[in-house]
Nanobody, 123 residues
Framework: LVQLVESGGDSVQAGGSLRLSCVVS????????MGWFRQVSGKARERVAS????????YYAESVEGRFSVSRDNAKNIVYLQLNDLRPEDTAMYYC????????????????WGQGTQVTVSS
């Protein structure tokens, strides 16, 4: 059974930091393409970061480049998203996702999704 479980969301003030976690089970995350997404109610899901299992590279949305970063603890099967210098516009539900096709990550049509963790940033 493939499962993705996010945690770490919280309410913080602008300029603050959070670290989100995505615990992966049921597959080896080193063999899948994965991504972090966020969604505000009523708006389309936005891809924040994605990484390729085939070349190990990570890509970031322009809106978070330089502020967010992805890291992985392969021993614990956890993928992290470090959020720094948070802004009110970063407020959203954050999800991690996985698929064996990178196109599915790029198009937010991944096969596996977590339940999400809420990040709220106040000014």
């Amino acid at each position: 059974l493939v499962q993705l479980v996010e945690s770490g969301g919280d309410s913080v003030q602008a300029g603050g930091s959070l670290r989100l976690s995505c615990v992966v089970s049921g597959f080896s995350e080193s063999n899948y393409f994965m991504g972090w997404f966020r969604q505000v109610s009523g708006k389309a899901r936005e891809r924040v970061a994605s990484w390729r299992a085939d070349n190990g590279r990570t890509y970031y949305a322009e809106s978070v480049e330089g502020r967010f970063s992805v890291s992985r603890d392969n021993a614990k099967n956890i993928v992290y998203l470090q959020l720094n210098d948070l802004r009110p516009e970063d407020t959203a539900m954050y999800y991690c996702a996985a698929d064996d096709k990178y196109e599915a990550i790029l198009t937010a049509r991944a096969m596996y999704w977590g339940q999400g963790t809420q990040v709220t940033v106040s000014s």
